[in-house]
């Protein structure tokens, strides 16, 4: 039975490495953007359920969901009263050049006694605001001709598609040891090859294999190696491959309170969030993610041409265009009413000095300045940052109520100029080293004099209030303070008095310190998980431990996080969202090393 508008959480996502979908638990795609993560959809039901689009391959009965262990292979299991039947989902990797050609491969077979199924291929291009033109050029195949792209619809087995008003769809039986597949894919313009029965299979053992293949490379062996290794395959998943850039979530529109507005689309990449992706991989052994990105990088720095003037701005489309006008789908209801919904994103315009500190943080991974293009590019921003580090801005959270002298952002201008000098003796290119020391030691004064508040006994948001921010629980990773600095310490008490709940942390305080926007939001699950490591590394080893376990009992049937988490432990905001599974691989590491006594 297909839910109108199924949770946040009530789903898995499949990919190729240049797009992604996801899959609902019950056997619904109600979103896949194509031929990339941030092109319009063809498949966008989560955000209109007349309007979205869909394709529904769906039975009566109890359903449960799972990935095929250490795969981006989504299996959907239907148990009615008749049989047991199940739909295997996936999409095969493409590590090549960028392409108009994606196929999702669904497979269906039942078990166990008879299935009765229902297929519908409703695809609403561009956002649901094109027509379409359906063609049924032979037995067992359906082309929806769209603006600029084509979705080609192969069955194979015992079943016949109709047309049904300008759509495709078919009921069928199968019984025990029965199978059918349904294989859709983009294509530009031309024809596309049907594929046999053998090559479906063949698709899926390589699919399931290159999977298999790429864990191998992963180092970690800790307490936590499932956990860790599904959120390693959803950084992966959210990466594309041809720019090595990673985007901050597969999806666009999904509300960080229901009915609110806050409801933004995070298809692109973020320098900050990406950066710390490709960190958490290359902590895992990763490192040709990481390599990728840190080319991205140093292509964006020698491109420069960003809204801001600046020399990066905080966000690009994954092909490194700098240009994400926002625009408001005003034909689209929203998931569950919550309006309204963009696409594009305003934000990129925002100043944000923090971005530099994690560029620097990305750039001087291992062999990042290795090279001598990677020290020039940081050379160059650190000398541009020296002469512009002390201005205010819009801050980690994005906030659109005005710029302020926030806190984070001068920790991670910091960060740039620590990691610059670290890294200085090592390269033959002469730096003004002198300069940068000068400056990050002001700014490391500014910070003690002015984002320490003596009333609060802690760090705060900026320097004009006493609010406190959870993104300050990243001070003791990069080497602001030290874990048991008796500062740190009360930073850490008074934050857990106030943003702090049954482990689950707030951002901030929306209503002591306005943010432009309404309404109200969860907690968010980032600050969460660096609420552990930071737990952990202060001493509290055996808090951290149980608030982490606890933690994962807000993930999703498959091991998938939201960016935030409602009153009741429901999943808000964009799905899956990188930046949380990034701290949740930080918080097993940081327990395992403090477990293990090596901390």
């Given at each position: 039975?297909?839910?109108?508008?199924?949770?946040?959480?009530?789903?898995?996502?499949?990919?190729?490495?240049?797009?992604?979908?996801?899959?609902?638990?019950?056997?619904?795609?109600?979103?896949?953007?194509?031929?990339?993560?941030?092109?319009?959809?063809?498949?966008?039901?989560?955000?209109?359920?007349?309007?979205?689009?869909?394709?529904?391959?769906?039975?009566?009965?109890?359903?449960?969901?799972?990935?095929?262990?250490?795969?981006?292979?989504?299996?959907?299991?239907?148990?009615?009263?008749?049989?047991?039947?199940?739909?295997?989902?996936?999409?095969?990797?493409?590590?090549?050049?960028?392409?108009?050609?994606?196929?999702?491969?669904?497979?269906?077979?039942?078990?166990?006694?008879?299935?009765?199924?229902?297929?519908?291929?409703?695809?609403?291009?561009?956002?649901?605001?094109?027509?379409?033109?359906?063609?049924?050029?032979?037995?067992?195949?359906?082309?929806?001709?769209?603006?600029?792209?084509?979705?080609?619809?192969?069955?194979?087995?015992?079943?016949?598609?109709?047309?049904?008003?300008?759509?495709?769809?078919?009921?069928?039986?199968?019984?025990?040891?029965?199978?059918?597949?349904?294989?859709?894919?983009?294509?530009?313009?031309?024809?596309?090859?049907?594929?046999?029965?053998?090559?479906?299979?063949?698709?899926?053992?390589?699919?399931?294999?290159?999977?298999?293949?790429?864990?191998?490379?992963?180092?970690?062996?800790?307490?936590?190696?499932?956990?860790?290794?599904?959120?390693?395959?959803?950084?992966?998943?959210?990466?594309?491959?041809?720019?090595?850039?990673?985007?901050?979530?597969?999806?666009?529109?999904?509300?960080?309170?229901?009915?609110?507005?806050?409801?933004?689309?995070?298809?692109?990449?973020?320098?900050?969030d990406a950066s710390l992706s490709v960190g958490a991989l290359t902590e895992l052994g990763f490192t040709a993610e990481a390599a990728a990105f840190r080319r991205w990088m140093r292509d964006r720095l020698d491109a420069g041409g960003t809204a801001s003037g600046e020399p990066l701005q905080i966000m690009y489309r994954v092909d490194g265009d700098?240009?994400?006008?926002?625009?408001?789908?005003?034909?689209?209801?929203?998931?569950?009413?919550?309006?309204?919904?963009?696409?594009?994103?305003?934000?990129?315009?925002?100043?944000?000095?923090?971005?530099?500190?994690?560029?620097?943080?990305?750039?001087?991974?291992?062999?990042?300045?290795?090279?001598?293009?990677?020290?020039?590019?940081?050379?160059?921003?650190?000398?541009?940052?020296?002469?512009?580090?002390?201005?205010?801005?819009?801050?980690?959270?994005?906030?659109?109520?005005?710029?302020?002298?926030?806190?984070?952002?001068?920790?991670?201008?910091?960060?740039?100029?620590?990691?610059?000098?670290?890294?200085?003796?090592?390269?033959?290119?002469?730096?003004?080293?002198?300069?940068?020391?000068?400056?990050?030691?002001?700014?490391?004064?500014?910070?003690?004099?002015?984002?320490?508040?003596?009333?609060?006994?802690?760090?705060?948001?900026?320097?004009?209030?006493?609010?406190?921010?959870?993104?300050?629980?990243?001070?003791?990773?990069?080497?602001?303070?030290?874990?048991?600095?008796?500062?740190?310490?009360?930073?850490?008490?008074?934050?857990?008095?106030?943003?702090?709940?049954?482990?689950?942390?707030?951002?901030?305080?929306?209503?002591?310190?306005?943010?432009?926007?309404?309404?109200?939001?969860?907690?968010?699950?980032?600050?969460?998980?660096?609420?552990?490591?930071?737990?952990?590394?202060?001493?509290?080893?055996?808090?951290?431990?149980?608030?982490?376990?606890?933690?994962?009992?807000?993930?999703?049937?498959?091991?998938?996080?939201?960016?935030?988490?409602?009153?009741?432990?429901?999943?808000?905001?964009?799905?899956?969202?990188?930046?949380?599974?990034?701290?949740?691989?930080?918080?097993?590491?940081?327990?395992?090393?403090?477990?293990?006594?090596?901390?």
């Open positions: 039975m297909m839910s109108v508008y199924p949770g946040i959480g009530d789903h898995g996502m499949i990919g190729d490495l240049q797009t992604a979908a996801l899959v609902s638990r019950d056997g619904v795609v109600d979103w896949w953007c194509a031929p990339r993560f941030d092109s319009p959809s063809l498949f966008a039901s989560l955000l209109d359920h007349r309007r979205g689009g869909h394709c529904a391959l769906t039975a009566a009965g109890t359903v449960r969901q799972l990935y095929l262990p250490d795969t981006a292979i989504l299996l959907t299991r239907f148990m009615g009263p008749g049989g047991v039947g199940e739909v295997v989902d996936f999409m095969p990797p493409d590590e090549g050049p960028a392409t108009d050609a994606h196929r999702i491969i669904r497979i269906v077979r039942t078990v166990r006694g008879s299935v009765d199924f229902s297929f519908a291929c409703r695809p609403r291009f561009d956002y649901g605001r094109a027509e379409h033109r359906l063609e049924l050029p032979a037995a067992g195949t359906a082309v929806f001709h769209g603006p600029g792209l084509d979705l080609h619809l192969q069955a194979l087995g015992p079943l016949e598609l109709r047309e049904d008003a300008g759509d495709a769809v078919a009921g069928f039986t199968l019984t025990a040891g029965q199978r059918a597949a349904f294989v859709l894919t983009t294509a530009s313009s031309g024809p596309v090859a049907a594929p046999s029965e053998v090559e479906v299979r063949a698709a899926f053992d390589a699919c399931r294999r290159y999977w298999h293949r790429w864990l191998r490379g992963c180092s970690y062996r800790g307490r936590f190696r499932d956990t860790v290794n599904r959120s390693a395959i959803t950084l992966k998943l959210l990466t594309y491959h041809p720019t090595g850039a990673p985007v901050a979530a597969a999806t666009m529109g999904l509300p960080e309170q229901i009915g609110g507005e806050r409801n933004w689309d995070y298809r692109y990449t973020w320098v900050r700098p240009r994400l006008d926002e625009e408001v789908l005003h034909h689209l209801e929203g998931y569950r009413g919550s309006a309204p919904v963009r696409a594009g994103n305003a934000a990129a315009d925002q100043i944000q000095l923090d971005i530099y500190g994690e560029a620097a943080y990305a750039l001087a991974e291992r062999d990042g300045i290795a090279q001598i293009h990677g020290w020039r590019a940081l050379v160059d921003v650190l000398d541009w940052l020296a002469e512009h580090w002390d201005r205010p801005d819009e801050g980690v959270w994005e906030t659109r109520g005005g710029r302020q002298d926030f806190t984070f952002s001068r920790l991670m201008t910091w960060v740039a100029f620590d990691r610059g000098i670290r890294h200085s003796l090592t390269h033959a290119r002469p730096a003004d080293v002198a300069r940068w020391t000068r400056v990050r030691d002001e700014v490391y004064q500014q910070i003690v004099d002015r984002g320490w508040h003596s009333g609060r006994k802690a760090f705060v948001q900026h320097f004009a209030t006493d609010v406190l921010d959870a993104s300050l629980l990243l001070m003791p990773r990069v080497g602001f303070v030290a874990p048991h600095d008796p500062v740190w310490l009360s930073t850490l008490d008074a934050m857990e008095r106030e943003l702090v709940s049954d482990g689950l942390v707030y951002r901030y305080d929306p209503s002591a310190s306005p943010d432009g926007l309404r309404g109200e939001e969860g907690t968010f699950n980032l600050c969460s998980f660096l609420y552990v490591e930071a737990l952990a590394r202060t001493g509290r080893v055996e808090r951290a431990h149980y608030t982490f376990d606890k933690m994962l009992t807000y993930a999703n049937h498959v091991g998938l996080f939201a960016e935030e988490l409602g009153q009741s432990g429901e999943q808000l905001g964009n799905f899956p969202q990188a930046f949380t599974h990034i701290a949740l691989i930080g918080a097993a590491l940081a327990l395992d090393e403090c477990l293990d006594g090596r901390s």
